[in-house]
């Protein structure tokens, strides 16, 4: 089966939105044994649309349209579909009927311009939509299934789970012997990471991909068949013993997931105290439910009279030494533990740039520091030319790294290869 999506709308190809529909489509079919060939980004033009659902069509056997269902005059989607397949655009009672019911339990009037989410073409077989009010629909033209889903995030995502994985299961042979594995890294390059794979010898239908999503790269392993499924363990060992510390995780989408269930997993507690970061390990961790049953509290101590009235940082460690140094962040991660007892405790403290860097600590120095009850554990690390906001993120990864280390009986500092560290 040749799978494809064509993705709509001019703010999608004009870079004001980025599309987070189309990745996440491309990496949920995958897990499900099934690649996305192509991708196109058509803007709001209904000849364009036209013409590329005609194009399409004569070459892929399944095409998800993504976006342009909605009420406005520049939701295109349905009616060059009817004028590709020619013929006419047709309302669809259970829709219609789905639309009144809705703003009347809702106690809103429905403005005219709704009707339009209603009408289909008519050889389209209509697709629900349960949590919007523009309904998907799925038409035959030349060899391919158009599967068209709306533009709106929760929207499409319900959609493609519930009704477009079971659409083409029904429809295609689907490769039922197929195998994915995700590994995260830190502190190296792409092209370093291909560079220390490319020794391996890899069988037939296994391939190594990536994934850049800063501050980390996800590396995917993927087999099909039966034979290529039992060589992943091999190929998975061979891919450890040449990355060694960069791998921070595994099938998991960010390190924060994976602090997220060790902490669970371990039930122990953690605080953090931040400056650099500025909230981001505990929004991180927030993000996962239930991270309240090991999240004692997240505090952004960014002044230097916050590291001392709320942490106890000793005034004399920030004349001596600085906001930024191996001492004020120790002494921040102690105070931040000690105030709810909590198991672990991470502090970060730094400068993020663009300004406020000197000769002795340039923009991008950054000190973490880990605090358990038995000790601390630190280190003092160079992020240079980067952005603020990579700094901020790669200080927090690293932090993350520290914990989920200590959680797991292993060093707590090591090398990460692109991130160089201060001698303390």
């Known amino acids: 089966m040749k799978l494809e999506m064509i993705c709509t709308g001019e703010e999608v190809l004009a870079g004001q939105i980025v599309d987070t529909n189309a990745a996440w489509f491309a990496n949920t079919l995958m897990e499900h044994g099934v690649e996305c060939q192509r991708r196109i980004t058509v803007g709001d033009r209904l000849e364009d649309l036209v013409a590329v659902f005609k194009e399409r069509s004569t070459e892929a056997d399944v095409i998800v349209v993504n976006g342009g269902l909605g009420p406005t005059s520049d939701d295109l989607s349905s009616e060059a579909m009817a004028l590709a397949k020619g013929e006419a655009l047709v309302e669809n009672k259970i829709w219609r009927d789905r639309l009144d019911d809705w703003f009347t339990r809702n106690g809103r009037v429905m403005a005219e311009s709704n009707l339009k989410q209603a009408l289909i073409p008519e050889s389209a077989i209509m697709i629900d939509n349960p949590v919007g009010t523009a309904c998907g629909f799925a038409v035959k033209l030349n060899r391919a299934w158009l599967f068209f889903t709306p533009g709106v995030p929760f929207e499409f995502k319900q959609m493609v789970k519930e009704q477009f994985i079971p659409f083409i299961n029904e429809r295609f042979e689907i490769a039922g012997d197929v195998a994915l594995r995700k590994y995260l890294t830190l502190g190296q390059g792409e092209s370093s990471l291909a560079d220390a794979l490319e020794t391996i010898v890899l069988p037939e239908g296994i391939t190594i991909g990536y994934r850049s999503s800063m501050p980390h790269i996800e590396i995917k392993l993927f087999a099909r068949g039966k034979a290529a499924i039992s060589e992943m363990d091999k190929i998975e060992a061979q891919i450890r013993f040449l990355l060694g510390t960069a791998i921070v995780a595994n099938n998991k989408k960010s390190l924060a997931a994976e602090i997220h269930a060790l902490l669970i997993d371990s039930g122990k507690t953690l605080s953090a105290a931040e400056s650099c970061t500025g909230g981001m390990i505990a929004s991180q961790l927030i993000s996962h439910a239930g991270s309240s049953a090991y999240l004692d509290q997240g505090l952004v101590t960014y002044s230097n009279e916050s590291k001392v009235k709320i942490l106890g940082v000793l005034p004399e460690t920030l004349d001596d030494h600085g906001a930024v140094s191996i001492a004020t962040v120790e002494e921040m991660a102690k105070g931040v533990r000690a105030i709810l007892d909590s198991d672990y405790a991470l502090a970060t403290s730094g400068i993020a ?72």
């Open 353 to 424: 740039g663009p300004t406020g860097g000197t000769e002795d600590k340039p923009v991008g120095t950054v000190a973490i520091a880990l605090a358990t009850k038995s000790g601390v554990y630190s280190q003092m690390i160079k992020l240079p030319r980067r952005s603020r906001d990579l700094v901020r993120s790669l200080s927090t990864a690293v932090a993350f790294d520290m914990l989920r280390r200590e959680l797991l009986d292993e060093a707590v500092i090591v090398d990460y290869g692109s991130i160089k560290r201060f001698s303390k």
